[in-house]
């Protein structure tokens, strides 16, 4: 099994290294090898906020090799269908769920978030974690996920986002030092009012963002040789220089992480 070019598989090939998967279990308490910003207990928390429970089917896109929504599954007794592109975090997404016990609940497809190949009015409830700031078609994927969502459906996310009231220099940074598709046109309570949502809930979870990425570059700086190891010279620095700009840019007050819970209206 081979990751392809795909950034994203390259990077859930890389992050699959137990001096990886140790460090992000010491900053954000899971160990799936994931690359979003969720912790286990934000994770429990979107758990409550979709009422999930056995006989409901949930829908996680840009899933990765499978965080949270593995997790969410094997808590809360659901189904889960976990969508992605790369064909690879699919594929180790199903072998953790074969080890959880989890197979016949979870459902694996290969698809782009903007044209999700699902039925209308599939899902239960929906959960993306930090995958809106990595797409540029944002107001084609929550609009897919509308029209999969049943009636009454809840959906949950995080996202990060430059913040509000930024000098347009000052935005040029927020950019270029978050993830890489960061910039949205307006606001996203207004693109989710526009698109069918209800926004039920709206937290800004900055604060612990910037606490995970300075833990994480604490992390990456104590264990620098088993991780040059791992991950190659190249790669630690890259994700070093990345933790460093992040960090300033949320110190700085540029860059924001949020949560959002949302039902069909
Ligand atoms: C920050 S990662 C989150 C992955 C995983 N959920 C986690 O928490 O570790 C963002 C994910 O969005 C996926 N993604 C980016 N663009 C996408 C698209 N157009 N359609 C589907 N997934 C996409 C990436 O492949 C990646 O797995």
Redesign the pocket.
């Known amino acids: 099994m081979t990751s392809g070019s795909?950034p994203?598989a390259m990077e859930?090939e890389l992050n699959r290294s137990d001096t990886v998967v140790a460090l992000q279990r010491n900053v954000l308490g899971c160990d799936?090898g994931?690359?979003?910003w969720?912790t286990r207990e934000e994770a429990d928390r979107v758990a409550k906020q979709l009422e999930l429970r056995r006989g409901q089917c949930l829908l996680?896109?840009?899933?990765?090799?499978g965080?949270?929504g593995l997790y969410l599954a094997g808590l809360t007794g659901c189904d889960v269908v976990l969508?992605?592109?790369?064909v690879f975090?699919l594929q180790l997404a199903l072998r953790r769920a074969h080890a959880d016990n989890l197979t016949e609940r979870c459902f694996a497809v290969a698809?782009?978030?903007?044209a999700l190949p699902f039925a209308a009015a599939s899902f239960d409830a929906i959960s993306?974690?930090?995958?809106l700031c990595?797409?540029p078609?944002k107001e084609a994927?929550l609009s897919a996920c509308r029209r999969v969502a049943r009636p009454g459906a809840r959906m949950v996310f995080s996202v990060i986002a430059p913040s509000h009231e930024l000098s347009s220099a000052e935005r040029s940074l927020a950019v270029a030092s978050g993830?890489p598709h960061v910039e949205v046109d307006g606001d996203y309570a207004d693109l989710l009012d526009r698109l069918g949502w209800s926004v039920t809930e709206h937290n800004d979870v900055t604060e612990e963002y910037g606490r995970c990425v300075r833990a994480m570059l604490v992390g990456l700086e104590d264990n620098q040789e088993a991780l040059i190891e791992a991950l190659g010279k190249e790669e630690f620095q890259r994700r070093i220089g990345r933790r460093r700009n992040a960090l300033t840019a949320i110190g700085d007050g540029l860059l924001k992480r949020e949560l959002f819970f949302a039902r069909t209206k």
């Not at 993306?128 to 995958?131: E, G, I, Q």
């Open positions: 795909y994203f859930q799936y994931g690359s979003s969720t996680e896109v840009g899933a990765g090799s965080w949270p969508s992605d592109i790369p975090g698809a782009d978030a903007a993306h974690s930090d995958v990595c797409m078609a994927m993830p």
